[in-house]
């Protein structure tokens, strides 16, 4: 029995073997690099944007999201599909670099293996561990096929070069094998077959395709054989090293721009919109740059997000204005603007193509067209966003779709005034009373009558101010919230103040509508309020609320964090019960669906503390929306000011959602925000069922136990 070893480039010959590899891949190599360069310049074209701060932070989530595939395996079965490509690409990677290293980077010592690596037992797990990874990759690789053609899901569109890309990589990895299995049943080591050895069967793959090789002829040193080896061997070679050079100019760009795009993530907080560099300066101008209307006015991260795009229509599958039957899909929100991009006819949702008028194709054909003018997006698609995040929480290449659509409405409210009846008509309330509502001012307070509530201004120091927000205050559903989670204080003994009249809107409905300034200047006003006072908390009840003084007041001079503790009603009334301040003993015997709110769920991560509260109340049973909680729960459709608008699709968001949370015949829909509720209380009339289920926020379900009856 001869000693386990691989001769390189057998049947090849190694001038011929060395010179067809290193020259093809030097080819190849530089084939991939001249597209790479020439994305980064087309990269290069966007407006300026910081993304280098937080280096160690950024270099973990390229690890977690590369090597880990981290967002990825958050889809369980297309992310093992995907995985199983992923790492059986890499380990027949790293095992072809073991044959360069050793064919080229080793010394022989005395004896002609001595010295190399590929021979005794590591030849022997070598061939067994390439077998084993070479399996899982074509495995991946025909599931990825049979999804793609034969059980498409909606969520994916048929693209040029995905067939020719999967067809090519599974060649690559049979052929491998095919090629092991005709040197096996073909080579000799010093007049002894390898076939006949025992260590060839540590490649069982390979030895049983030998197997049936030297049974129909092609096997002990056949002319036909060999010459099959080698033609097979050179086509192999093309065919992987041309998979290599065409990564940057088809859809498998998203090989190396993905996990670049994850070096590059945003560390702003994830309910922080992102602020318009030098806004001040630029609303100064005569024409101002503001937001979104061509490519020319998107970040060079925003370009890096359109070729990192993997076209996976993950975002898709989770947007409620999709499933409404809305414009809007995430994914092609995207991918529009990545065709238009590398100039190519751009691939609308319907399936149809469209160029611009009087352009050609080419890069930069698109670069100045009007998107909305050109009818590449419309009113329906940019504004039945309900901003709720769903698509960034989904994606695995870390696209920020929302910061593109807050960009688009920056564009139309701010330059082109270009905006629906209902959005006017919100932005008009906030400018003029300080409320959506369009409400007069003075009547901010009047949901706390007869509550005998101090103001700030009466007091001048409190532990805690109750930011109550719009909603609460105006509309007469959520005034009930208001007033439960006042009393709740007071039987608490908490020591609290509200600023009544001195309140306004915090702007988010502004902002995520694409008016800055409004939301700015609301911004500026309410931090200075804030900073007359004294408190160690603000506690509100709503999602919104919440978010922008949390996250975005600081970009305007907010102290929250610093100064003072900003806390969702739903966390303090958990710690109130929790110390003991609050003791639910009257039995609430509901079965419960608990909503969770965009802002507090996705952009804040606030999910154990309402569960908490309500699993302490005596009687409620907690049941949730089965695979749509937490942060994959679909949004209740009111975000993005959609609360004020009409529907946009054929089917509202908010009823898609009660009939989640109905799935588990629940009695109440427990929820933590103003906006679901204002949106669940439509949903209920609409779909009839108005009087089996009910619609409550935590407060007032655990002020029902706290209450003695």
């Known amino acids: 029995m001869t000693e386990a070893v691989r001769q390189i480039y057998w049947n090849i010959g190694e001038i011929l073997g060395s010179l067809t ?25 966007g407006r300026p944007e910081s993304r280098l701060d937080a280096l160690g932070s950024r270099a973990s989530e390229y690890l977690a999201q590369s090597l880990g595939q981290k967002k990825t395996l958050q889809d369980r079965r297309p992310g093992m599909m995907h995985a199983l490509i992923f790492f059986g690409f890499l380990g027949l990677f790293i095992g072809t670099d073991v044959i360069a290293v050793e064919e080229d980077f080793t010394i022989p010592l005395v004896g002609a293996n001595v010295g190399k690596i590929l021979v005794g037992d590591f030849y022997r797990a070598y061939e067994t561990i390439l077998d ?10 025909i599931w990825a096929y049979v999804r793609r053609y034969k059980t498409r899901p909606e969520r994916l569109h048929e693209r040029q070069y995905d067939r020719e890309a999967l067809l090519s990589l599974i060649f690559v990895g049979v052929s491998g094998y095919f090629i092991e299995g005709l040197r096996l049943a073909n080579q000799t080591i010093a007049g002894v077959p390898v076939y006949s050895q025992s260590w060839a069967v540590q490649s069982f793959v390979g030895y049983g395709l030998a197997t049936v090789m030297r049974a129909i002829g092609l096997g002990n040193g056949s002319s036909i054989g060999l010459g099959l080896h080698m033609g097979l061997w050179f ?23 993905t996990p670049l795009n994850a070096f590059f993530k945003r560390t702003r907080p994830k309910g922080a919109l992102a602020v318009i560099p030098n806004f001040d300066a630029e609303i100064e ?17 925003q370009r890096l997000d359109l070729d990192a795009c993997m076209s996976c229509g993950r975002c898709q599958s989770v947007c409620p204005a999709h499933a409404a039957g809305a414009n809007l899909s995430p994914k092609f929100l995207i991918t529009k603007l990545a065709d238009m991009q590398r100039g190519d006819i751009v691939t609308m949702k319907d399936g ?18 009007a998107l909305l003018e050109q009818g590449f997006y419309d009113e329906n698609e940019i504004w039945s966003c309900t901003t709720c995040g769903a698509c960034i929480e989904e994606c695995p290449a870390l696209i920020d779709h929302v910061d593109l659509v807050v960009d688009m409405r920056r564009n139309l409210t701010m330059i082109q005034s270009d905006v629906p009846s209902g959005v006017k008509r919100v932005l008009d309330g906030i400018e003029r009373t300080s409320n959506p509502w369009r409400l007069p001012q003075r009547e901010r307070a009047n949901w706390a009558a007869g509550l ?6 009466e007091k001048g120091e409190v532990e805690v101010l109750f930011w109550v927000g719009c909603a609460p205050s105006y509309d007469d559903r959520s005034k009930k919230v208001a007033r439960a989670m006042a009393q709740l204080m007071q039987q608490a003994g908490v020591d609290f103040a509200i600023l009544g009249g001195e309140e306004c809107c915090t702007g988010d409905p502004a902002r995520r509508m694409g008016e800055e300034l409004l939301f700015k200047q609301q911004a500026e006003t309410n931090v200075e309020t804030l900073g007359q006072y004294k408190f160690t908390q603000l506690v509100t009840t709503c999602a919104h609320c919440y978010n922008s003084h949390q996250n975005e007041y600081v970009q305007f001079g907010g102290k929250a964090g610093i100064d003072y503790q900003v806390v969702h009603h739903t966390e303090f ?4 019960v929790h110390d003991k301040k609050l003791i639910p003993v009257t039995p609430v015997n509901q079965k419960v669906a608990y909503h969770d709110p965009c802002y507090i769920g996705r952009y804040n991560d606030i999910y154990d503390a309402p569960r908490e509260l309500l699993s302490s109340i005596p009687g409620i049973e907690l049941v949730e929306a089965p695979d749509r909680n937490r942060q994959r729960a679909t949004c209740c459709g009111g975000g993005g ?19 989640q949370l109905r799935t588990e015949n629940p009695d109440t829909v427990a929820v933590a925000c103003p906006f679901c509720m204002v949106m669940f209380e439509d949903a209920a009339k609409t779909s009839g069922v108005d009087e089996t289920v009910a619609r409550q926020d935590v407060a007032e379900l655990l002020l029902q136990s706290v209450t003695v009856s």
């Open 285 to 301: 101008k005569d024409e101002p740059q503001l937001g979104v209307a061509t490519l020319n006015d998107l970040t060079w991260k």
């Open 352 to 369: 149809s193509q469209k160029m611009p008028e009087a352009a050609t194709s080419g890069r930069g054909a698109f670069d100045a067209i």
């Open 235 to 257: 086509v192999h070679t093309f065919v992987s090293l041309a998979f290599v050079a065409a990564i940057p100019y088809t859809g498998l760009r998203h090989l190396v721009y």
């Open 641 to 659: 000011g959609n609360v004020w608008m009409e529907g946009w699709g054929d089917k509202k968001s908010n009823v898609i959602r009660l009939e």
């Open 132 to 141: 084993v990874v070479g399996l899982l990759f074509v495995a991946g690789l």
């Open 452 to 457: 005998n509530i101090p103001t700030m201004a």
């Open 21 to 45: 590899v290193y020259l093809t891949a030097l080819a190849a190599v530089l084939v991939l690099f001249y597209g790479i360069l020439r994305d980064v310049a087309t990269w290069r074209k």
């Open 573 to 576: 009334l958990a710690q109130l």
